[in-house]
């Protein structure tokens, strides 16, 4: 298996992205995802955690069921019920495959408090049953980079022995380093009977900012399929970023000469997708996918980008699916115009959902001089739904250097206007009391972040939120010229998502039980 120049792509943002505090996506949004990945060519999508949740569980399934050419995998751990629900979500699909796992350092076989003989037999149970059900089966043992080594290749030829046919060396905490990495994978395969016959796999987090590297000197090492996730979106520090090894290999072919399927000119769409869903914004300086990532501000390093791009840039920003150009749009474009544009950026808009962001394109455009691509990306990515329970109808906050800044609001709640007046430490303290006002809640704001979309003082703000009520979380996002009207947006925004979700783990309950028609 290691002759093989292929590198297999396993996505994870739906399983290890997803389970990142915070990250948490709708059903629809993780079809969408998958349905994104799958079209980009990702070999294997990991599209949740089946026996989670009755919610991973669906998700799955229907994933499953719609994938067209990626294997679909589920996560679970070494159990039986949870192999069983595991099967059960991912069969539907063309390649089904069930990732099984169980740490194996000193400090995780601790927990379930099994020594190396019991921990041994539950691998080969568990392996086994798995193989049983499906012919595609993944085993993990996590923590793999704080085993010891002679145990690890023990365990691992237990697994190749029960069945598994592809063996993943997850460094869970992110404290492996390059050299050791490649090691590993290798000391692995040359030393475990049966090695030859199993595709080795790596699944790298970024504690220590290595992910990326140590992927990469993984398959120096033999291995074949490497883990990620789109934006590096993940656990902690997150995990590989998908369009770093991907890119890393397309552009450094001369000393890595390995290939994946992925078509790289899909990675900015899915990226912007990725941080909109999860709410987690992507950084400027981000590695390929960042605002930053081809701008060129420094006049040495515009001059040499005039005369030669390549002066200053390792890849080309179509490559991985940015405009090379960015055209404005202004108030006179038409529709056409805009689908057009809607078009080149990846959206292929219904008419009626056209017609909705026309009306938002419009009124933007005349409150701006020029419509960038950045600008239209955040219109379409609202997610303002129709049956949101909360709307805001209107907004007037008074700011000045003495005194509490005050937010006179009409929000619409479950079809009725109700009016308040708030005051706060700040316009958007004083906006966010005046929602508190009309719909009392006890969801704690996690997380406020601003960005401007585009330069200059007429640019658009998005305002990222995230809410936590009882364990629960939601994100929400807007973009607006007035950053105060969008922290609004964003706020209720989150507040309805945790709604929606309140109300799918417990029908008929309200956030704590209190509905602004009983306060
Ligand atoms: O990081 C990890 O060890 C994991 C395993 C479940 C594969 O995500
Ligand atoms: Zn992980």
């Known amino acids: 298996m290691t002759k093989m120049s292929e590198v297999l792509i396993f996505d994870t943002t739906l399983r290890d992205g997803e389970q990142s505090p915070g990250a948490t996506m709708t059903h629809d949004e993780k079809l969408e995802i998958a349905e994104m990945l799958d079209d980009m060519g990702v070999d294997i999508i990991e599209a949740g955690f089946p026996i989670a949740s009755e919610g991973d569980f669906q998700a799955v399934s229907e994933i499953a069921k719609l994938a067209k050419s990626a ?13 069983d629900r595991c099967w059960e979500a991912v069969k539907h699909a063309k390649s089904p495959r069930i990732h099984t796992f169980i740490g194996t350092s000193p400090l995780h076989r601790a927990i379930p408090n099994l020594d190396m003989d019991e921990m041994a037999e539950r691998i080969h149970d568990t392996v086994t049953h798995a193989r049983n059900l499906c012919e595609n089966v993944q085993w993990s043992p996590m923590d793999a980079t704080r085993t010891e080594w002679d145990y690890l290749c023990r365990v691992v030829e237990i697994a190749i022995k029960a069945g598994a046919t592809t063996i993943n060396i997850p460094d869970t905490v992110g404290y492996t380093a390059p050299v050791e990495s490649a090691d590993l994978i290798r000391n692995l395969i040359s030393s475990v009977p049966g090695a030859d016959d199993v595709i080795f796999a790596t699944h790298c987090h970024n504690d220590l900012g290595m992910a ?40 450094r072919g001369d000393i890595m000469p390995y290939t994946t399927k992925i078509d790289t000119r899909k990675i900015m769409n899915i990226s912007r997708r990725v941080a ?4 987690f914004a992507v950084q400027f300086n981000k590695a390929i996918v960042g605002k930053n990532a081809f701008a060129h501000e420094s006049g040495i390093h515009q001059d040499g980008m005039l005369k030669n791009r390549e002066t200053f840039e390792v890849m080309r920003p179509e490559d991985v699916g940015l405009a090379g150009t960015s055209l404005p749009l202004g108030k006179h474009s038409g529709r056409a115009a805009l689908r057009a544009k809607l078009n080149e950026l990846g959206f292929d808009l219904a008419d009626n959902q056209l017609k909705d962001v026309f009306v938002r394109f419009k009124d933007l455009a005349d409150r701006k001089k020029e419509v960038f691509d950045d600008d239209l990306l955040a219109l379409v990515t609202q997610n303002d739904a129709e049956d949101d329970r909360l709307k805001l109808k209107s907004l007037r906050v ?22 308040t007046s708030a005051t706060g430490d700040g316009p958007v303290d004083a906006t966010f009391n005046a929602v508190k006002t009309i719909f009392p809640h006890s969801a704690r704001l996690q997380l406020y972040q601003v960005s401007a979309v585009t330069e200059g003082t007429d640019a658009q703000a998005t305002v990222s939120v995230r809410m936590e009520e009882d364990g ?3 994100t929400g996002q807007s973009a607006d010229t007035d950053t105060v009207v969008a922290s609004a947006k964003a706020y209720i925004n989150a ?11 417990e029908p008929g309950y309200d956030v704590k039980g209190v509905s602004y028609k009983d306060s």
Do not use: F, H, W
Request: charged share 25%.
């Open 71 to 83: 294997t679909i995998c589920g996560l679970s751990r070494a159990n039986y019920k949870d192999i």
């Open 472 to 474: 629960r979380i939601a």
């Open 212 to 251: 990326t590297a140590n992927s990469l000197a993984a398959v120096e090492g033999g291995a074949r399929q490497i883990e990620c996730t789109i934006n590096g979106l993940g656990e902690r520090a997150g995990n590989t970023a998908l369009e770093e090894v991907v890119m890393a290999l397309k552009v």
């Open 276 to 279: 909109t869903v999860s709410g």
């Open 495 to 505: 507040l309805n998502r945790l709604l929606v979700r309140r109300e799918q783990s």
């Open 398 to 419: 008074v700011c000045g250097t003495d005194g509490p800044q005050k937010a006179d609001m009409v929000l619409e709640v479950d079809g009725a206007d109700v009016e």
